[in-house]
């Protein structure tokens, strides 16, 4: 077989901001008024430091009570900078309404830029680390170790460990290796590859976490994993060069496998054109699962002849080295026609794309390897069968 031009996937996606940025734009949603204030109220203290453990001055916080439902957030104060109380690095905010916060720390004036975030030590506001406040007391949110914004940035590529082959849309995250302290976070492209942009280079290097935190279309089917370690504490820094690129050490991700799920064989008929794949094995269930994304792939005609992806689910790839294709994730556009559906037995066709003039000599032919993958469970074989 003939080298394969790859259709472009859609679903994974290069970093082309930094989380920092996003969270920068997320401060600039419209905020509710606050309410008047009539009571006492509490007082809230903060301190500051910087990335070497030193006072920070310059810094506000915003102190937020949590919309509820479709009700907006609201800002109920924004405190002078870190400092302006006459101890540097500290924060005192008094006649705080009683109630339940939120906060967000942001440069109002520091020397030096920082990642704005929330309490908790997150860009994540859905993640916030809540405080309450009293009538008459103190609340002590502690000390906030800033990172600063950088430059630097850091790519990979993440590998399926059943197949060997690129693992798209999975989520990549970066920590700081002083503090657990969330600095960016992306997905996998349709390679496997990702870039982290904008990173800081005097946190000691970064640590890289797979599977979870940015909501890619195939977390959850991978276990998750840090980089060189079972663990953040275990788990290797990635030094960052200000103003420029590193690369990290490729990820091998094993898949998440339910034990009641088998596949013990698969056979091929028809031809090279129009080939149905049959897969024997057990724990299959009564039913097709459902696509993912509900609708069809590559923007494909609202027909059952388009078919679709179905993620972890359902998957096949060619793996020979001058055809590599896959054929069922989200976002690629050969989708799966299923014809054939039970506990123990599924047949499928592919949809139009696989047969493409512009793919004319890359299709399925006998003597390739093939992977398919069902519910997690994998199964690798060389295709024959076909007339």
Known sequence: MQ????????LGRRVAASAAALAVAAAGAAFAAAPAHAGPGGTVTATVDDVHGLPYDGACLQIILPGKKNSPD???????????????????????????YIGRYFNCGGSQPFVPFYT??????????????????????????????????????????????????????????KAKIQLTAGCTNQDGHYVLFDLPDNVGGVKLFFGKGANCSNDGNYVTQYLGGSSYA????????????????????????????SVSGVTFTGDSN?????ITGN??????????PTTRPCSEPDVATSGYDYGNKAIMWDTSDLAL????????????????????????????WYRDPLNNGHLLSNGDPFTVRIK????????SGLS
């Open 325 to 352: 294709w896959q054929a069922g994730f989200p976002g690629d556009c050969i989708g799966l026609i299923f014809t054939a559906y039970s506990n123990t037995q599924i047949s499928f066709t592919l949809n139009d």
């Open 234 to 261: 275990a788990a290797t820094p990635v030094g960052v060069t200000p103003g420029g690129n590193t690369t990290a050490a490729t990820a091998t991700l094993a898949l998440v496998h339910k034990a009641n799920v």
């Open 274 to 278: 129009n080939p149905t794949i049959t």
């Open 283 to 292: 724990g299959f269930g009564k039913l097709a699962p459902k696509p993912s």
């Open 376 to 383: 997690g469970a994998p199964f690798t074989g060389t295709v």
């Open 120 to 177: 908790g030590l997150t860009l994540d506001k859905s993640k916030a680390q809540t405080f309450g406040v009293t009538d008459g007391g103190f609340t002590d949110l502690g000390v906030q170790l800033l990172l600063p914004a950088g430059d630097g940035s850091i790519d990979g590529i993440v590998l399926d460990g059943s197949t060997g082959t690129p693992a798209p849309s999975v989520s990549v995250v970066a920590y700081s290796s």
């Open 3 to 10: 080298s394969r031009r790859l259709r472009p996937s859609q």
């Open 74 to 100: 609201v800002v109920v104060t924004t405190t002078a900078g870190s400092g302006t109380d006459g101890t540097p690095g500290h924060i005192t905010q008094a006649n705080v309404p009683a109630g339940s």
